[in-house]
């Protein structure tokens, strides 16, 4: 490849050219022939101020710009480079609009030749990297980043970048790169024509493809033969018991003896060993994924017994596979199978993917994701969508790519391959909404267990609630009836059409009523969820918020506008079943003629179905122990409508269908007690009469040590004073904690109302831009995302919500303090919660007592959770809720805490001890 590529970064005052903002840095590096063959760096005096925030990321302060040339003295070497030369960079479109931008405020010709953004090309080749960023990337692949977000080391390592990604295109199979090629024209990199040289280059040489298998034109990776389970067991005559009688240290590096996890491990193979159950409380530290899996290996090796794992979240299922299980490995002398195993619609479908291949849509989503599912298709052997690194456009697309087809060739079926894999695997690990899928199913979908650890199990009955419930929102039913179009218009229906003329069949009368119903039902959807909102506005409407959560019972809802949605949804129905037998006849003349798969089209309408078949379920169907409701913003779009319905008790359902029918159920997590017992989790999950196992293991850090607990006296109480004067009081105490501790906190909200205000008065209150503030909600990004942000600034202040409350892992360089803005109380309006307290009243139970109290301790010591991690982290939580120490309630939540100093006075007084301390 001889072209030439000149790769450049440039560091910035800010984002905006247009606004002002100047270069402060370049980088260059040029490539030729595959090798670097010159470098360049300069300061570059922006003739303005660098705000601190900038200075803050970049390391590059007033000082080091200030005899620096401005731009116009550089940019002619840059022009001169990038002669006839590739402009690459990370993120090209950011550079390259403030390079055209000061080369006319220089009077210089702006850039007109190609452009490579290596953040687009890394997405494509490295489907599934967690993220795109230029120093993550520069660690998966091995290439030293010493200053990151300087130019001339980010130009440095995009360059070698730059290299490695083109290594890893001629390293791709001839059918991929032939399929890229053909997609390329549409990316916003000018990569057809280098990609073009590839293939011929390629078809020229002798390349070996042993490694892959081909499936209708598509490349695979050949999946590894597994060894049989019988194949597996060893005859090395080592049991649990002698395990526990040696040294009680494991064979792992830096391993630190925790006397927690080992009595977490007796008592898991306990339960599993004498069939019965167990609810394990297991505090921060103990390390509980290795103290379940090592005594589950050991049972599945004694008894030849299969054991399933189920978490919540797949964070904690990739921890399973990459980190615990490969530890695992290393301290049970004996071999052992593990499967993971999931829901259907979390596999591709190979067909589905081939028929949206050859679809011509060039929306850059579409092309983009076609060109990541090519490669990672030659990287996988699941077939797993949870493994891609999708964008949200892609992930829209998804839906109509899921496996959801009946059986066909295995080796070409990734749902039948994980079921094969996991019928030979001693340890298959799930996710609780499989679980619960298997649990319920006619004809079981997890191969036959008996034995289960069920990990974050403060989770399944939430879990089990949105299993069982049903959501639809006008947003879902809209996208689908677009996407069917009409038969003229671009959409499946159309293309569907266009394949019968090309057929020669005439089915113009089948189309002609379809396209008469779609167009009814557009209508007649938009007329209903606009009756369905507005008849939950004028009930119930939160004032603060302005957000409507109305709780509705089919039965006892009257008034000439219930009539009225009623009829509608009639009519809705009526016009749905005449799509599907139009559609039906439709199929019928399509099958014969197309066995491979079937066209989107048919998907669409059965997903519509499906979708207003539960509509009719939501808003007609009586049963009093399901909870139903409506969402909408008063301020939103007039159909922006949800109707919800979750079961009101789920205990008697885990009582009968799973710990009834398994032998030995363990539920672990970090948080499942108040005021240290199981009664809660234990009513709500229908445990009591199976007398299980119950057991809180400490947490082996020094709290006291560690940890600090303040309570501001001097923050209003918020039934006192407005939302607006709560939240300018809330952010005037973090700005002030800031201030003095010059760190890094994470703000736990309960309400996104109050998170968006508080940003907002703590914005115009940090004008001088001295902290970095991030938003859950306001910017971009999921939690994940965001914590990756805040970690680059040492001086950031992080807001969150709901899963920032757990799951957030910042060591103590990374987060000294956390602050809890209101005890985590459920609010008044939700009406599964006041379903629920209706049910506890009636059964003579107190509501309070008996749900929203321990539900909110629970949540509180989650958000306690987030501040020690390790052995060495130190800090403290703030509760600005002084209800904490004067509601007769807020013993319940310091008692549910480790041993820990708590300390109530004026703020001020409080910042002085903790200054003492830290």
């Known amino acids: 490849m001889n ?161 490695a990604l083109f290594e890893q295109l001629r390293a791709l199979p001839l059918v991929t790169l032939q399929q890229l090629q053909r997609l390329s024209r549409d990316l916003h990199s000018d990569l057809s024509s280098l990609l073009e040289a590839m293939v011929m280059e390629k078809m020229k040489s002798l390349h070996d493809e042993r490694s892959y298998m081909f499936y209708r034109g598509i490349a695979l990776k ?68 290795l103290a379940y899996l090592i005594p589950s290996v050991f049972f599945t090796y004694e008894k030849q017994k299969r054991v399933v794992i189920s978490t919540h979240t797949l964070q904690l299922q990739q921890q399973l596979v990459e980190r615990d299980i490969p530890l695992v490995r290393k301290i049970v002398p004996f071999p052992f199978q593990v499967a993971v195993l999931k829901g259907k619609r979390n596999y591709l479908s190979l067909n589905k993917f081939i028929s949206f291949l050859h679809d011509e849509n060039k929306n850059y989503d579409v092309v983009l994701m076609k060109c990541q599912l090519l490669v990672w298709l030659t990287q ?83 879990v089990a609630s949105h299993y069982f419930g049903q959501q639809v929102d006008y947003v879902t039913v809209r996208l689908l009836l677009t996407r069917m179009g009409k038969s003229h218009e671009d959409g499946s229906l159309y293309k569907l059409n266009q394949w019968f003329k090309q057929q020669g069949i005439d089915a113009d009368t089948y189309f002609a009523r379809c396209d008469q119903i779609i167009t009814d039902l557009e209508f007649e959807c938009d007329e ?24 509705f019972q089919p039965e006892k809802e009257h008034g000439r506008q219930w009539e009225a949605i009623q009829e509608l949804l009639w009519r809705v129905l009526g016009h749905t079943s005449q799509l599907v037998e139009y559609t039906n006849q439709l199929y019928t003349l399509f099958q014969p003629f197309n066995s491979q798969s079937d066209h989107h089209y048919f998907t669409d309408v059965s997903l519509f179905e499906k979708l207003i078949r539960s509509l009719h379920h939501l808003l007609e169907a009586d049963d009093p122990m399901v909870v139903r409701w409506i969402e909408a913003e008063a301020k939103g779009a007039a159909n922006a409508t949800t109707i919800y319905s979750q079961p009101i008790q789920l205990g008697e359902f885990f009582a009968d269908q799973l710990f009834a029918k398994k032998k030995s159920v363990v539920l672990t997590s970090a948080t499942l007690t108040m005021n240290n017992n199981f009664t809660y989790i234990m009513s709500r999950l229908g445990l009591e009469d199976f007398y299980p196992i119950c057991r809180a293991i400490p947490s082996p850090f020094s709290y006291e040590h560690q940890a600090k607990l303040m309570v ?85 202040v992080l807001f969150g919500t709901s899963n920032f409350w757990e799951g957030v892992d910042l060591p103590k360089e990374q987060l000294s303090i956390v602050i809890i803005v209101r005890l985590p109380f459920a609010p008044p309006d939700d009406p599964v919660i006041e379903a629920k307290s209706e049910q506890i009243r009636a059964s003579g139970g107190n509501p309070f007592y008996d749900l929203s109290l321990p539900q909110a301790v629970i949540r509180f010591k989650q958000g306690f959770g987030r501040l020690i991690r390790t052995s060495k982290d130190k800090g403290v939580v703030f509760v600005f809720d002084r209800r904490l120490t004067s509601a007769s309630y807020g013993k319940y939540f310091l008692a549910s805490l480790p041993p820990v100093s708590v300390y109530e006075e004026p703020l001020e007084s409080l910042l002085q001890k903790l200054k003492e301390w830290l």
């Open 222 to 289: 050949k999946p590894t033969t597994s060894v049989s389970k019988q194949q597996t067991w060893a005859n090395d005559t080592m049991s649990f018991s002698g395990f526990l009688e040696g040294s009680h240290t494991l064979p792992l590096a830096d391993y630190e003896q925790r006397d927690g996890q080992w009595e977490m491990m007796k008592i898991v193979h306990e339960a599993l060993e004498t069939s019965q159950h167990a609810v394990i409380e297991a505090g921060t530290g103990i390390g509980k994924s």
């Open 380 to 462: 996988t052997e699941t077939g797993d969508m949870d493994e891609l690194n999708l964008s949200s456009g892609g992930r829209l697309f998804w839906t109509s790519l899921e496996m959801d087809e009946e059986s066909r060739e295995e080796k070409y079926n990734f749902f039948i391959r994980a079921k094969q894999k996991a019928k030979e695997a001693h340890l298959i690990i799930t996710n609780h909404a499989f679980l619960l899928q298997d649990v319920t199913a006619s004809t079981p979908l997890i191969p036959e267990y008996e034995h289960i650890v069920i990990d974050e199990a403060h989770h399944l009955e939430e």
């Open 3 to 163: 072209e030439r590529f000149v790769v450049i970064d440039l560091e910035t005052t800010g984002n905006t050219p247009k606004k002002g903002d100047r270069i402060i840095q370049i980088g260059m590096i040029v490539i030729e022939n595959g090798q670097i063959i010159e470098r360049f760096s300069s300061f570059v005096n922006p003739e303005r101020d660098i705000p601190p925030f900038i200075q803050q990321f970049t390391n590059i302060d007033e000082q080091m710009v200030k005899h620096a040339p401005v731009f116009a003295e550089v940019a002619p070497k840059l022009v001169e480079t990038l002669q006839e030369a590739y402009f690459v960079a990370h993120n090209v479109s950011f550079d390259l609009m403030f390079l055209q931008e000061e080369l006319k405020m220089a009077g210089l010709p702006l850039f007109s030749g190609p452009t490579i953004d290596t953040v687009e090309l890394a997405r494509i080749l490295f489907p599934t990297s967690s993220s795109y960023k230029l120093n993550e990337l520069a660690q998966k692949l091995q290439i030293a980043h010493t200053q990151p977000h300087q130019a001339d080391s980010d130009a440095e390592v995009t360059a070698k970048l730059l290299l």
């Open 712 to 796: 501001p006296s001097d923050v209003p109480a918020i039934s006192a004073v407005s939302i607006e004067d709560y939240a300018n009081a809330v952010a005037d105490h973090i700005l002030q904690i800031a201030d003095s501790t010059n760190g890094k906190m994470l703000v736990l909200f309960t309400s996104y109302e109050l998170l968006k205000l508080t940003a907002s008065a703590l914005k115009d209150k940090n004008k001088d831009e001295t902290f970095v503030l991030l938003a859950q909600g306001m910017q971009g990004g999921s939690a994940a995302k965001l914590t990756k942000t805040f970690q680059q600034f040492d001086k950031a």
């Open 528 to 551: 209903l969820f606009r009756m369905i909102r507005r008849y939950a506005l004028v009930r119930k409407t939160n004032e603060i918020t302005g957000r409507c959560r109305y709780r």
